[in-house]
């Protein structure tokens, strides 16, 4: 304000001042207000206390027949939980569960031409009905070849088989030569030395009658010088010193030609003996090696008739025939169409050799064994059906399964488990068939 000095500006207090001055009245008239309360609870509670109502009539008595029902109810509800208890402990059920059979793929065995469909779909068959029929020309064919080679086969063994008693008698008869040949080969050389013996003999004699006569001509050149003897008588001994001289060379030649026969005839011994060895040898090689000819015909002849059963097995499966007796179904083979061996042509599915596949979790087996009765209600029914277990499964589903579960890698999850179990139903149950794989069922088995 203009007219106001400065020491009246200074007297003036502070607005945060003023503000601190609000702040603690406002907390002196709270507490002020606390205290009022805490003396009204205080005067109240110090007051007598007030008596309790009076007490109302109870229902029971108000309605006894009421009373009396409900506890009939509670009572009977009780009861009837304790009997559904009990009753539930004596089966097992599982709604994983349906009607199994066996699915009999029919299919070729050869390849070829289909000539001729015998059956439809949903078609009954009974065991040896013929299905299918195939062009059965290449067959005829085919087994007409094999009858001619199984002739050819037995015609060669037919002209085989003589050579063996043949190359038997021919091996002996030259054993038999050869074995005569060494004898008189043995006894040509026997021979021979003999001879040799002899020539050395007359060696030896013609050499002493040479010494002989050589010694007399020495004795007569003494007696022809001092002329005691003739010139005559001298020639004479001449004469026969050269002829003992030229027996001497005449035996030794005679020896000498012995003793080359002695050779020879060893040499012609050896070649006997060897034709000999040769033919004891060679004979029973021969006979294998004849025999082995023979076995190796009979064994074209046994291929030969094993082609031939084959052509015939061929020719009977261009007739396809049912195995069992069944309904037809999942049919893809028409007249004209080209199948090759393995292709499946059609099912058949046999209606009196079914069962059910009840998945039941594994801590509803602590009390199942094989045996047991049960009931087995079809769906599609709405009919009970008495049946039997047949048997226990030897291991969870999942562990039939392509990738089963591996537990020791990775986070463990526990799951609980199923297992197949085979139910059977009782005989002449369904005698019109109308039971069919694949139908849900809920199974029901009796454990107690």
Known sequence: MPGRTDADQEQRPAPDEIERLKDEVRRLRENQERLNAGAQIASENAREPEPPPPLR?????????GAAAGLILFI???????????YAQTFEDTDDAQI???????????????????VVENQYVNQGDLLVELDPRDAEVALQRAQANLAQAQAQIRVEAPSVPITTATTQTSIATTTAGV????????????????????VRQAEANNARAQADLVRYAAL?????????????????????????????AAAEAAQRGIEQRQAALQQARSQLNQAAVTAPEQMT????????????????QSALEEAKLNLSYTKIVAPVAGMVGRKAVEVGQRVQPGQQLLSIIPLDDIWVTANFKEAQLRHMRPGQKATIHVDAFDQDFDGYVE???????ARFSILPPENASGNYVKVVQRLPVRLRFRPGLSPDHRLRPGMSVVPKVWVK
């Open 76 to 86: 009977a509800a009780l009861a009837a939980a304790f009997l559904y208890w009990t």
């Open 183 to 202: 004898v008189n080969a043995e006894a040509a050389v026997a021979q021979a030395q003999r001879e040799h013996d002899a020539r050395l003999a007359a």
């Open 57 to 65: 009539r109870s229902f029971i008595r108000e309605h006894p027949v």
């Open 391 to 397: 048997s226990m499964p030897p291991a969870t589903a």
């Open 100 to 118: 199994d059979g066996h699915l009999n793929a029919i299919s070729t065995r050869i390849d070829g031409t289909v000539a001729a469909v015998h």
């Open 224 to 252: 022809v010088k001092k002329d005691e003897v003739s010139q005559q008588d001298y020639d004479q001994h001449v004469a026969a010193a050269k002829s003992a001289a030229a027996e001497v060379e005449s035996a030794r």
């Open 289 to 304: 090696a004849q025999k082995a000819t023979v076995e190796w015909r009979r064994a074209g002849a046994a291929t030969a």
